[in-house]
């Protein structure tokens, strides 16, 4: 069990560490990273009890449905809720990269403990796979999540669309991510490496563009 647990946590504390370290951290942010992980890490709970309910239900009966609505939306759309009100209402974003953070750190919270029940079930063998694909896409859905929504924040401007974008971005990038898998089923991984390739660049785009915006503020305060 301790073996199982290991690896269902190392990949999302290694990706987390990495991108807390790539965004020219501050301490000030050490207890709001701590406390959007564990919420995103109990947000698993709520989201699978609903899409158990809607699979039952047959309400989406098509992959298009399931991927867009089932998974895409309601995964994405919770993360964004408990960002928006914990993160950027409630929260303290001095800067886009801590935005970034508390996106990445709310997401791997939440890949975390639906990864642990999905080893359980599974077998720890899925471990690798898991690692390379849900885990550091959902880092990566946060890391745009994020991105947009402290460009919300501290843009002077054009609020209401960044917040949009924090939303619908992510939205439709899992979404697109889970259609992949329906399609390719069996051959999942030669369906997914084109896609995590581009969502990777994308991702470390946007970090590098808040990094040098960040640079360029004049009301950065470096705690």
Not at 41 to 57: D, N
């Amino acid at each position: 069990m301790f073996s199982l647990l290991t690896a269902a946590i190392a990949p999302a504390i290694g990706l987390l560490t990495y991108f807390y370290l790539k965004t020219d951290y501050r301490r000030a942010i050490y207890g709001t990273i701590i406390r959007t992980f564990l919420m995103g890490f109990l947000l698993v709970f709520p989201v699978m009890v609903l899409q158990f309910a809607f699979i039952e239900e047959s309400v989406f009966p098509y992959e298009w449905q399931q991927a867009l609505i089932l998974y895409g939306f309601t995964e994405e759309f919770f993360k964004w809720f408990v960002l928006y009100i914990f993160a950027y209402q409630l929260g303290t974003i001095n800067r886009r990269n801590d935005g970034i953070v508390y996106g990445v750190s709310l997401s791997l919270g939440f890949a975390t403990m639906e990864n642990i029940l999905y080893l359980i079930a599974h077998g720890i063998e899925t471990a690798i796979g898991r690692a390379l694909l849900p885990v550091s896409s959902h880092a990566l859905f946060g890391i745009i999540m994020g991105y947009y929504l402290s460009h919300a924040k501290l843009s002077p401007g054009n609020k209401k669309k960044f917040l949009i974008y924090s939303l619908w971005v992510p939205v439709l990038l899992h979404s697109l991510y889970d259609y992949i898998v329906y399609l390719f089923n069996h051959y999942v991984f030669f369906g997914l490496i084109p896609f995590m390739l581009m969502l990777w660049a994308f991702a470390i785009y946007k970090l590098k563009h808040a990094r040098r915006l960040d640079q360029q503020s004049p009301q950065i305060r470096r705690n």
